[in-house]
C-alpha cells in the first residue's frame, strides 16, 4: 500500500491504480503540497501546509488530474478537474482554496471572491493561506473582507511580519494612514528589529507630511538593516528636499562604502548631488571611478562631457564625445550633443557637419534635422532653415519647436502673415505651449491686430503666470497706447520682479508710471533702464520725454540727442526734437557723443 507522509493517509482508489500511477500521485500529492505553502522565510517554524483528507475517492482523482493539468501550466484544466473534484467532497477546504486561486490566477474576481467567501476564516490554518486569502481579496477590491483576514491571520501569528507589512500597506493604498500607523506599530511591539517596520511608518509620515519624524524612521531602518536601499533612496529624498545635499552625499557615501561599493544606481545619484553643489571635481572622480570598472559606460562618458561643457572646457567635452563616437558612430545623441558643443563655440560650420552626419545614417532623426534649422536661422540662411523646419513638422507634427522657429525665420524675413499662419499651427497642434502663443501675439502686433495682441498674450500668461516677456509685452503695449495704464503698471512690475536686471522690462516700467502720471517713480526707473541697457534708443527716448515733462529741457535734449544717435532713422523723434526747439538734431551729434544726465 502506497501512502504520502502528509501527517494522514491517502485512501487507495477502489478502481485499482497501477503501481506506477500510485507513484506518480503520490508525488504529486508532494509536491502541491510544498509548492502551495513553503515555509515562511521570516518565521522557520511555519508548518508545512496540510492536505486534508478528501473523503471522495473520485475527490482524489479529479485533483490529480488538476495538479498535473496546474504543473503544465494549463488552468483553466486545473480550475475544471478541481471543480469536479468538489462535487465529491464539497466540504473541502483545500479543493475551494485551490479554486479560488485558480480563479484568481485567470482574472475571475467576482468567482475567486465567491468561492473563498466559503471558506470560514478559523479553517485557515497558516501564514501563506492566509496572506493568498487576503490578496484575493484586496485583489477584487473587497478591503473589508481582507483587513479582516489581516486582523485574524495577527492574532494567530504575532510575530510574522508578513502580514503585518501586507496589512499596513492594503491600508495605504487606501490612504487609511492612522490605521497603517497602528499596524506598523504593533509590528514594532512585536518584532522590535524590524527594520521594514520603522520604513513604513516613515512613508506614513511623509503622508502626514511629518517630514522630520519620517527620516528619523529612515535613519532607523538603515541602523537596523544597512544594505536597505529603499530607505537610503527616501532618506536622501528628503535631505535634498530639506537642502541638506551633505548629509545626503554622506548617507550614500556610507552605502558605497560599507555595503556595495558597485551601486551603479547609487554612485550617479551621489555625482548629481554633487553636481548641484557645483563640485565638479568630486562628480568627475566618481564618474572616473564608474568608467574604471566600465571604461564603456556611455551615461558616465556623456555625463562628464556634460560637466566639461558646463564648465566651458568645450574642447575636453568634445574630445569626451568623440572619444565615444569613435567606438560607437551610430550614437546620434552623443553626436547631436557634440553639434551643440560646436554651437556653443560658435563653430557654426563644424554644428552644421555634425548634423548633417547624423542625418545620413538617419534622415528621420528628428532632432539633428531641428537643430539644422536653428543654426540655419541664426546664420539667416532662412530658405535653409525653412527647408530643415518643414522637414521637423513632417517628422514630428506635435512637437511645438518647429512651428516656433518657422515663426520665427518668417519674422525675420519679414513675412508676418506666413510668421502668423505657421505659429497658430503650432498652436493648434500643440495649445498649452505658452512660448507659441507670446509669439503668435507679437506676430499679431505685426499685422496691427491689437485684439490678438491681447488674446495671445494673455493665453501665455494664463498658461504661463511667469512669463517675464509676455508681462512686459502687454504692459508695454497698454502704455504704449495709454489705455488700461494701471493695469500696465501692475504687468510690468510683475516683470519686473522677476527680472529685476532686465532693462528693457525697466523701461516698460517707466513708461507705464510715466502714462500713470507717477514721473518721479518713473524717472527713477528709466534711470535704471538706462544704467542696465546703455545702447537702446528708445529707452533714451523716453527717459527724454520724462525730462521734458520736469521741464528739464537741457537734459532732455540731450537724451534725444543720444538716442539719436543710436537711431538716426528715427524721423518722429527728429520732428519732435525740431518742434521742443532744439534745433536741427543731425547738427548736434558732433557736439555731443555720450549721454551725461
Known amino acids: 500500500m502506497h501512502q504520502v507522509s502528509l501527517m494522514k493517509p491517502l485512501k487507495i482508489f477502489p478502481f485499482g491504480l497501477s503501481c506506477i500511477r500510485c507513484c506518480v500521485f503520490s508525488l504529486l500529492l508532494l509536491v502541491v503540497s510544498c509548492g502551495t505553502a513553503p515555509q515562511s522565510a521570516f518565521n522557520k517554524q511555519d508548518p508545512p501546509l496540510i492536505v486534508e483528507e478528501i473523503v471522495h ?48 490566477a485567470l482574472a475571475q474576481m467576482n468567482a475567486a471572491v465567491n468561492m473563498a467567501k466559503q471558506i470560514p476564516v478559523e479553517d485557515i490554518i497558516n501564514v501563506p493561506m492566509f496572506l493568498d486569502m487576503a490578496k484575493i481579496f484586496s485583489g477584487a477590491g473587497e478591503h473589508t473582507d481582507a483587513l479582516r483576514i489581516f486582523v485574524e491571520s495577527e492574532r494567530r501569528f504575532p510575530l510574522e511580519r508578513r502580514l503585518y507589512l501586507s496589512h499596513g500597506n492594503l491600508l495605504l493604498t487606501q490612504e487609511s494612514y492612522q490605521q497603517a500607523e497602528g499596524v506598523f506599530r504593533d509590528l514594532l511591539q512585536h518584532v522590535p528589529d524590524s527594520a521594514e517596520a520603522h520604513y513604513y511608518l516613515g512613508m506614513v509620515a ?20 544597512k ?16 537642502g541638506e545635499s551633505q548629509q545626503a552625499i554622506q548617507s550614500i557615501d556610507m552605502y558605497l562604502k560599507e555595503v556595495n561599493p558597485h551601486h551603479r544606481a547609487f554612485r550617479l545619484r551621489l555625482i548629481a548631488l554633487y553636481i548641484a553643489q557645483k563640485d565638479t571635481d568630486q562628480a568627475l572622480e566618481h564618474l572616473d571611478h564608474l568608467l574604471e570598472q566600465n571604461p564603456g559606460d556611455l551615461h558616465a562618458q556623456v555625463r562628464k562631457a556634460q560637466i566639461f561643457g558646463e564648465q566651458g572646457d568645450f574642447a575636453a567635452a568634445i574630445d569626451e564625445l568623440n572619444a565615444v563616437l569613435q567606438n560607437r558612430p551610430h550614437e546620434l545623441r552623443v553626436r547631436d550633443f557634440l553639434g551643440l558643443l560646436y554651437e556653443e563655440m560658435k563653430d557654426y560650420d563644424r554644428a552644421i557637419q555634425t548634423y548633417q552626419a547624423n542625418v545620413q545614417i538617419d534622415p528621420t532623426f528628428f532632432d539633428s534635422i531641428l537643430h539644422l534649422g536653428f543654426v540655419s536661422y541664426r546664420l539667416k540662411r532662412n530658405e535653409e532653415a525653412l527647408s530643415y523646419l518643414d522637414q521637423a513638422v513632417k517628422l514630428s507634427p506635435k512637437r511645438p519647436e518647429p512651428y516656433l522657429l518657422l515663426g520665427l525665420t518668417y519674422f525675420q524675413m519679414e513675412e508676418y502673415q506666413k510668421a502668423k499662419d505657421s505659429l497658430e499651427n503650432g498652436v493648434h497642434q500643440d495649445p498649452s505651449n505658452a512660448e507659441l502663443h507670446f509669439n ?24 504661463d503666470p511667469k512669463h517675464g516677456d509676455a508681462l512686459n509685452y502687454l504692459g508695454y503695449s497698454y502704455a504704449d497706447r495709454g489705455i ?3 493695469e500696465a503698471v501692475s504687468l510690468t512690475q510683475r516683470a519686473v520682479a522677476i527680472k529685476p536686471h532686465n532693462g528693457y522690462y525697466v523701461d516698460s516700467l517707466g513708461w507705464a508710471l510715466y502714462k500713470a502720471g507717477r514721473i518721479e517713480e518713473a524717472l527713477e526707473m528709466m534711470q535704471r533702464a538706462v544704467a542696465l541697457v546703455s545702447d537702446d534708443p528708445v529707452i533714451y527716448e523716453h527717459l527724454g520725454e520724462i525730462f521734458l515733462l520736469r521741464e528739464e529741457h537741457e ?10 544717435q543710436l537711431d538716426s532713422t528715427n524721423d518722429a523723434l527728429k520732428q519732435r526734437f525740431r518742434d521742443r526747439g532744439f534745433g536741427e538734431p543731425v547738427s548736434t551729434f558732433s557736439q555731443q557723443s555720450t549721454y551725461t544726465p
Open 57 to 104: 475517492p473520485q475527490a482524489y482523482f479529479h485533483f490529480l488530474r488538476g495538479s498535473l493539468a496546474e504543473l503544465n501550466s494549463d488552468g483553466s484544466e486545473a480550475l475544471e478537474a478541481y471543480q469536479m473534484g468538489l462535487t465529491f467532497d464539497p466540504d473541502s477546504i483545500f479543493l475551494k482554496f485551490r479554486i479560488a486561486k485558480l480563479h484568481f
Open 555 to 564: 537734459k532732455a535734449r540731450a537724451a534725444w540727442v543720444h538716442s539719436l
Open 440 to 463: 503668435l501675439g507679437t506676430a499679431y502686433d505685426k499685422l496691427d491686430r491689437f485684439d490678438g495682441v491681447v488674446r495671445a498674450m494673455e493665453q501665455a500668461l494664463e498658461l
Open 227 to 242: 544594505s536597505f536601499e529603499r530607505a537610503y533612496v527616501k532618506l536622501v529624498t528628503l535631505l535634498e528636499e530639506a
Open 484 to 486: 488700461n495704464v494701471e
Open 206 to 225: 511623509i503622508k502626514k507630511n511629518m517630514k522630520l519624524e519620517a527620516l528619523g524612521h529612515f535613519e532607523e531602518a538603515i541602523t537596523l538593516n
